[in-house]
């Protein structure tokens, strides 16, 4: 909770999603409390309709993401929901905003939301990360649960494989087919592996839930796959590691994403 231009339009945000959820809306300000600043909270609330005495506000002095990190595992916070920019100018990127610090090192599923609104807007195509990992499944899970409670009309799981995957080399019209054929075995090796993900989950019919197969960078080649697609949404594991300055400037899977965001991100994290 900053006061931001976007503060109000956050707020609401973040109200419709508690309350499609059903869950307790937790207000997190890092810095002082007093008069004003409890007034600008109160006057918020009263804009965006909340009752003040149904959502918990937290009050703590310092650095925004090491308050906001320490808040969401003290509080067991499962969805932390933070604004950020698509597009991050050098020397944002390279040092880091407060969205981008927590999302290479995050205590909880985050959400990021990059153009906020007062009106609430359908949430029409839901991008999901497919990947080959231990946390895709939870990744896939929780994804479709929240895409469900928003009525989310279509689906997509998108399948990264790197072209090195394909092992024969291509130099004549024979090794050319036995590429391709490679390639389709590894595609339905990889959509057999999502379907049996996605044929346990209770998506009703009036949801058009698809397999995507993509060959090329890691991270990459899905944020290129939500930009063209138009997604409203982009959903992805966590890091495997806490992500450094060098990946920013080398930058492999969750990087791509994070340094030009498609649309709105949403990082699963796998308690």
Known sequence: MAFSPTAEALLCEAK?????LRSQLTLIHAGSKNATTEQRVNSLLQKVGLDKTLVKVIWQEGKPEKVLTAVCISEKVDLLILGAIKHENFLKHYMGSVARKISRNPPCSLLLITNP???AQSLRKVVINGLEH???KNTIEKACDFA???SVKKITVVEEINPKEVKTKIDDNLSLEQAYHEREELQKIEDTRIFNILNPLPIGRQTEVSIRCVFGKVGYSI???ALVKKASLLVMNSPDNKLGILDRFFPHDLEYVLSDMPCDLMIVHSK
């Open 223 to 225: 944020s290129h796959y």
């Open 134 to 136: 231990p946390k895709t």
């Open 16 to 20: 419709r999603i508690s309350e499609r």
């Open 148 to 150: 469900l409670a928003f």
């Open 117 to 119: 609104q007062l009106k």
